[in-house]
């Protein structure tokens, strides 16, 4: 059958009821590739499922169309969120589509290009505040708290529930949930949503198991690691540059419920990590997105996944988002005379 968007495959599992409008984009249904190179070189039987497919480009699409829905039913006209760009971008798209004003807050000067571009694009009101994104999300709750305005952050529980069908898919395509599930961590959304995923699809017996949940933060932004908020966090990988995730207790339980660890990437192995998987696998995700190769490669590396073990790991976006990242490391192509002479001479070194 033609996929028509998960609101159509999982509705069982989701809260729709006859009120509930069919909000998609066609999101979800994006593939686990399985890794040709990575996972002879770790001995691990690795797969990627790639969230950078869907239709804005992030697994945000996967939350989105849920929190779109219900928000359509109960009446409300605006929507508005906090975002390091990819939430922005979704909620843009899907308030567009469905005729919603649309108002997100970004923190200035610190979200990657292609997302800015798509906000715009997709003709949300842009706001870019001299300030981080848990600023952004402050002024944001506050605001939907004493205005008739709908937030669409990962706090709106309706995210979660689209968000879960993630897991859903996972086990759809290999049979079983995996040994671990390897994920960016931020604002901690995901790692709660695929956790309460695993959980049902199981009680549903879609599944005879659970994944242990392997959680990475950037070095630079990882207060569950630390154990305390971060004032000024900074990292590369813009899009989980967060200081105070609002689900920090739910990612605690995710890891903890699972036997599972929530662990730091320092921006270098994020980097490597992020070449690794376009050189190695042709997968072109962005820097959030690679945290968890590098934290996968950490993990087998001390023994905390062992050899032989069935690993996901979650690719949370796009690289084409940001170009910018991609093109300060890369080595730039040389401009040579448009003649057979010179381009032989190049390439035959
Ligand atoms: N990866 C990417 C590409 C993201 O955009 C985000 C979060 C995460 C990972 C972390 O997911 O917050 O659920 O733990 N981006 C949010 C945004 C904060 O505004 O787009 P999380």
């Not at 796009?318 to 170009?323: A, E, Q, R, S, V």
Request: net charge negative; glycine share 10%; with cysteine.
């Amino acid at each position: 059958m033609k996929w028509q968007g998960l609101i159509n495959q999982y509705k069982e599992f989701l809260p729709v009821n006859e009120n509930t409008p069919l909000v998609s984009l066609y999101e979800g249904n994006t593939p686990l590739i399985k890794s040709l190179n990575l996972s002879k070189e770790l001995g691990i039987d690795l797969y990627f499922k790639f969230e950078g497919l869907n239709p804005t480009g992030s697994f945000k699409d996967r939350g989105m169309f849920m929190a779109i829905a219900k928000a359509i039913e109960e009446g409300s006209d605006t929507i508005m969120c906090a975002s390091t760009g990819n939430t922005s971008a979704s909620a843009a798209a899907y308030g567009a589509r469905y005729g919603l004003r649309t108002i997100v807050l970004i923190p200035d000067g610190y979200i990657a290009m292609g997302k800015l571009a798509q906000a715009l694009q997709y003709g949300a009101q842009v706001v870019a505040i001299q300030g981080n994104f848990d600023d952004a999300l402050n002024l944001v709750k506050e605001i939907t708290e004493s205005h008739p305005i709908t937030l669409v952050n990962s706090l709106n529980p309706y995210r979660i529930e689209g968000q879960k069908t993630g897991a859903f898919e996972i086990v759809d395509d290999l049979g079983d949930a995996p040994d671990y599930l390897a994920i960016p961590v931020g604002n901690a959304g995901n790692i709660t949503a695929y956790w309460k995923g695993f959980k049902e699809y199981k009680e549903a017996e879609k599944s005879t198991r659970l994944p242990k949940m392997k959680g990475y933060q950037a070095k630079g932004a990882s207060p569950i690691v630390e154990g305390h908020p971060f004032e000024n966090p900074d990292t590369v990988a813009t899009a989980i540059r967060i200081g105070n995730p609002a689900s920090w207790d739910k990612a605690l339980a995710a890891r903890d419920e699972s036997g599972g660890s929530i662990k730091a990437v320092t921006d270098e192995e994020i980097l490597a990590a992020y070449k690794l998987l376009s050189n190695q696998e042709g997968i072109f995700a962005e820097p959030a997105s690679a945290a968890s190769l590098a934290g996968v490669i950490q993990s087998v590396k001390n023994g905390d996944i062992e050899k032989g073990a069935r690993v996901v790991c979650i690719l949370t976006g796009n690289g084409l988002k940001d170009p910018d990242t991609c093109l300060e490391s890369a080595v730039k192509p040389q401009s040579i005379p448009a003649n057979l002479e010179s381009v032989l001479k190049l390439i035959e070194g």
